[in-house]
């Protein structure tokens, strides 16, 4: 069971990057997928998830920039992000659980990818 998260780089403030998260060894069309994110010293904090259903979520922070979507077919998920700001740089991780239900909290899931270093600067 492993999870990939890829797709991270470097951006301008007010560019876009799309960062995916490959599963293997599980389905995450039976799991509910977060993405958190990790600045230096500051705690990991959830960003957006997604239900199995596909119903989203976001944090008040990125809200209205992130879109979290989903392709069962290929077995992934995506966290698009547009209107970057030098705030959002962190490690950002996706995480799976095999429930039905989505939640911002990293103690919800089972399952946690290496992380993929975002970095917004001019």
């Known amino acids: 069971v492993q999870l990939q998260a890829s797709g991270g780089g470097l951006a301008q403030p007010g560019g876009s990057l799309r960062v995916s998260c490959a599963a293997s060894g599980f389905s995450l069309v039976d799991s509910a997928v977060g993405w958190f994110r990790q600045a230096p010293g500051k705690e990991r904090e959830g960003v957006s998830c997604i239900t199995r259903s596909g119903s989203t979520y976001y944090a008040d922070s990125v809200k209205g920039r992130f879109t979290i979507s989903r392709d069962n077919a290929k077995n992934t998920v995506y966290l698009q992000k547009n209107s970057l700001k030098t705030e959002d740089t962190a490690v950002y991780y996706c995480?799976?659980?095999?429930?039905?239900?989505?939640?911002?909290?990293?103690?919800?899931?089972?399952?946690w990818g290496r992380g993929t270093q975002v970095t917004v600067s001019s």
């Open positions: 995480a799976a659980v095999l429930r039905s239900q989505c939640s911002l909290s990293s103690q919800w899931y089972t399952y």
